[in-house]
Every structure is written in C-alpha cells, then in structure tokens.
T-cell receptor, first 107, second 108 residues
Framework: RKEVEQDPGPFNVPEGATVAFNCTYS??????FFWYRQDCRKEPKLLMS???SGNEDGRFTAQLNRASQYISLLIRDSKLSDSATYLC????????FGAGTILRVKS | GAGVSQSPSNKVTEKGKDVELRCDPI?????LYWYRQRLGQGLEFLIY????????KSGLPSDRFSAERTGESVSTLTIQRTQQEDSAVYLC??????FGSGTRLTVV
C-alpha cells in the first residue's frame, strides 16, 4: 500500500458546486496532515493544515478520520480560480506527497 | 515562494555535464527538503536536512545525486553526469512547508 493515495481525477465541476476529495494514508502514527494546491507549472502552496478532527477556512473544510486513516477536503461554492491540483501531504520527517487530485471548475 | 529562494530558475545543460542547484531558506530554518517533479508527475522526495542530524538521503535516485547543507544556511543539490531522465523541476522547501519557485532543469 502506498504511504499516501489520492484519486487522481480529474474532477470536472460547474461553478458553485461542492466537491470533495479523499486521501488515504498508511502510517497510523501520523498526527498532522496538510492539503496543498498546485497550479500548472507553479510550486505547491500550503492550503490547509489538519491537526485534530478537522479545520475550516472559508469555503474549504478539511476533515480527518483516524479510524479509517483518511483525510478529506471539501470545497463549497467552487470558483473558476479553484482549478488546480490538490495534494495531500503526510509529514513524518520527510513530507510524503500524494500524487494529487486534479480539479477543473467550469463556467 | 516567499521565504525560499532557488537559483537558477531555469537551467539547460548538455547530457553528461554536472549541474549545481541552489536553495536559500533566507531566514534560516532547521528543516530543508528537496523534491523533484517530472512533467505531469507528482512530487518525488529526494533528501531532507534537519539541523545537525544526518540527512535523510533515502530519496536520492542514484549516486550521481548529492546534496549539502551547512547548518541552517544554503543547500546545494548536485547532479553529476546528467541524463535526459534528470529533466524535471527541482523544488526546495523549508520547515513551515513553504516551497521555492523551483529550478527547471532540461538536459539535452
């Protein structure tokens, strides 16, 4: 099993839609998690940190399910500018990145 | 990205040449990471420096790759005898998980 697994997508959604991505991880000892977004030909940028059960920031909600070892990212009221690749990251010394989920928001 | 400077931003080199990539965490941080991202692929871990501890080199793909860092200062990633498969964007990140803008390496 890979350390971090994500559905690659792409997720094609209309503006205003709600979309959710899941990420599963194999290291049950992991305590914190991150979601990054990466725009085409740009470096990844930290979007949200998840340290306990979840975190909310505006239209973005990250949730952690330790029992099932997955984290999710929910985006409400999708904007065109949300189109990007979303990367799930599990720190533990080195940062382990998932392969990313592609989101395309269309008008 | 803010807080991490990488140079050069672009590098084109001939196959077989050595290249040196530089990462400056600017404000100084104990942790520094190098990643590689091939076109259309995910981030591939290369090496991790944590203070004065021995670096985690488990991601270096071959002995042609090496990296150095002294204390909390600049790190250099050296690729010897470059091959075409080394073409990628090389990204550096510091603790707090901020990435630099990367060096785009093209081996021709």
């Amino acid at each position: 099993r890979k350390e971090v697994e994500q559905d690659p997508g792409p997720f094609n959604v209309p503006e205003g839609a709600t979309v959710a991505f899941n990420c599963t991880y194999s290291n049950s000892a992991s305590q914190s998690f991150f979601w990054y977004r990466q725009d085409c030909r740009k470096e990844p940028k930290l979007l949200m940190s998840v340290y306990s059960s979840g975190n909310e920031d505006g239209r973005f909600t990250a949730q952690l399910n330790r029992a099932s070892q997955y984290i999710s990212l929910l985006i409400r009221d999708s904007k065109l500018s949300d189109s990007a690749t979303y990367l799930c990251v599990v720190p533990g010394g080195k940062l382990v990145f998932g392969a990313g989920t592609i989101l395309r928001v269309k008008s | 990205g803010a807080g991490v400077s990488q140079s050069p931003s672009n590098k084109v080199t001939e196959k077989g040449k050595d290249v040196e990539l530089r990462c400056d965490p600017i404000s100084g941080h104990t942790a520094l990471y190098w990643y590689r991202q091939r076109l259309g692929q995910g981030l591939e871990f290369l090496i991790y420096f944590q203070g004065n501890s021995a670096p985690d080199k488990s991601g270096l793909p071959s002995d042609r790759f090496s990296a150095e860092r002294t204390g909390e200062s600049v790190s250099t990633l050296t690729i010897q005898r470059t091959q075409q498969e080394d073409s990628a964007v090389y990204l550096c990140a510091r603790k707090g998980y901020t990435f630099g803008s990367g060096t785009r390496l093209t081996v021709v």
